[in-house]
């Protein structure tokens, strides 16, 4: 795997420290390609990118994806610029695209309380879609409150708020290309 090396201490101060590097990200987003092929052989899914946070991660997964996929975006809010999930989830980009007999995969950045994805296959669902999947890059499983199946999942990690590679640290941080967490003692 070679990937362009840009040294990115200008954005990170001293407030944060590695958790998964770009290596390890691309390394997993082959396999995680691979795992989507091997469900979806002969068809053609559609791939929905959950904004702001998904958008890096569904850009570089469909490059690891070896059959014909579409996309589309959907934008809901459930925590504005607060940490904590507030379970008051609003649309604010529809889709555009008609997923009735489609197999359709969501493709979420982190899957926290799981409230989140859990509003959208409901919402999704009525749409009637041949089948409904979801795709995460990171998982807090310890933090779920709600029991969800996830067919795709990148990482499983600890109880920790994460930024980089399309995650925010209050809207900024998203051009981080590793995963970093974020120190408590900060602000
Ligand atoms: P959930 O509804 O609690 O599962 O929250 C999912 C959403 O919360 C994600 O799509 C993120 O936008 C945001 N989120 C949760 N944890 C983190 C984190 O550690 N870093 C950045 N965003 C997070």
Redesign the pocket.
């Known amino acids: 795997m070679s990937l362009i090396k840009i040294n990115q201490q200008g954005l990170l101060g001293d407030n944060y420290s590695v958790l998964i590097s770009e290596e390890e990200i691309h390394q997993r987003l082959v396999e995680l390609g691979d795992e989507i092929v091997n469900v979806f052989s002969g068809e053609i899914p559609i791939l929905i990118g ?1 904004l702001n ?1 998904g958008f890096i991660f569904l850009a570089d997964l469909i490059r690891y994806i070896n059959i014909d996929c579409e996309i589309d975006f959907i934008r809901i809010s ?2 504005g610029d607060a ?1 904590e ?1 507030t379970g008051h989830i609003k649309v604010l980009k529809p889709l555009s695209a008609d997923i009735k007999g489609r197999h359709v995969v969501v493709v ?10 859990q509003f959208l296959l409901k919402m999704l669902s009525a749409f009637e879609p041949a089948s409904l999947r979801v795709a995460t890059l990171l998982r ?1 499983k310890s933090r779920m409150k709600v029991d969800i199946p996830i067919e795709f999942i990148g990482f499983d990690i600890e109880d ?4 980089g590679y399309g ?2 640290d209050r809207q900024i941080k998203r051009n981080l290309r590793a995963i970093y967490i974020v120190d408590n003692d900060r602000d």
Do not use: R
């Not at 979420?108 to 994805?117: A, C, F, K, M, N």
């Open positions: 959950v946070g459930s925590y940490e999930s979420e950045d982190i899957v926290d309380s799981g409230l989140s994805v807090k920790k708020y994460v930024i995650l925010d």
